[in-house]
T-cell receptor, first 108, second 110 residues
Framework: SQQGEEDPQALSIQEGENATMNCSYK?????LQWYRQNSGRGLVHLIL?????REKHSGRLRVTLDTSKKSSSLLITASRAADTASYFC????????FGAGTRLTVKP | DAGITQSPRHKVTETGTPVTLRCHQT?????MYWYRQDPGHGLRLIHY???????DKGEVSDGYSVSRSKTEDFLLTLESATSSQTSVYFC?????????FGPGTRLTVL
């Protein structure tokens, strides 16, 4: 079975709003990563957070990690239409396992 | 860009035929992966390799085999393709704990 599960499966917001996506996982991890996929393309790495970190920022992205709850969240602030894509969390512990993704639509 | 190429990029085949997908990297990364992506399932790990001749199973390995005779090449073989193996297949490498993906191969099994 898949390691990560994203929530919600789909999210639709207006440009300028914040988007929050959640990820839960099942086993211990070395790190957790978030990826983005535009339609028909491969995945692109966004941000990595290690198991001993609680929060990390990169531009408009903010990631949190709660290892006691085995969960993570990705916040995209001040969203843009160009942020429309699918977002996946992935857990790394010798191999890399992905969740089913959240489909984000940002309306202009 | 880790210089990952996949071939072929598109393939249509018939049930019961063998199919081999190739992944080639231009860098010298140790870990390589094969994933399949299907609607509603995200990416699922098929097999991965941690060195020449060193491979291990992932989440959905049944019906697939892999080989890695050279660091730069990782082959995925469907011994006898089935319609359930219609999917988009992504090869990936582990680059400093981050995954770089190839462009994908769209496989249709009729």
């Amino acid at each position: 079975s898949q390691q990560g599960e994203e929530d919600p499966q789909a999210l639709s917001i207006q440009e300028g709003e914040n988007a929050t996506m959640n990820c839960s996982y099942k086993t211990s991890i070395n790190n957790l990563q978030w990826y983005r996929q535009n339609s028909g393309r491969g995945l692109v790495h966004l941000i990595l957070i290690r198991s001993n970190e609680r929060e990390k920022h990169s531009g408009r992205l903010r990631v949190t990690l709660d290892t006691s709850k085995k969960s993570s969240s990705l916040l995209i602030t001040a969203s843009r239409a160009a942020d429309t894509a699918s977002y996946f969390c992935a857990t790394y512990n010798n191999d890399m396992r992905f969740g089913a993704g959240t489909r984000l639509t940002v309306k202009p | 860009d880790a210089g990952i190429t996949q071939s072929p990029r598109h393939k249509v085949t018939e049930t019961g035929t063998p199919v081999t997908l190739r992944c080639h990297q231009t860098e010298n990364h140790r870990y390589m992966y094969w994933y399949r992506q299907d609607p509603g399932h995200g990416l699922r790990l098929i097999h991965y390799s941690y060195g020449v001749k060193d491979t291990d199973k992932g989440e959905v390995s049944d019906g697939y085999s892999v080989s890695r005779s050279k660091t730069e090449d990782f082959l995925l073989t469907l011994e006898s393709a089935t319609s359930s193996q219609t999917s988009v297949y992504f090869c990936a490498i582990n680059k400093d704990s981050k995954i770089d993906f190839g462009p994908g191969t769209r496989l249709t099994v009729l």
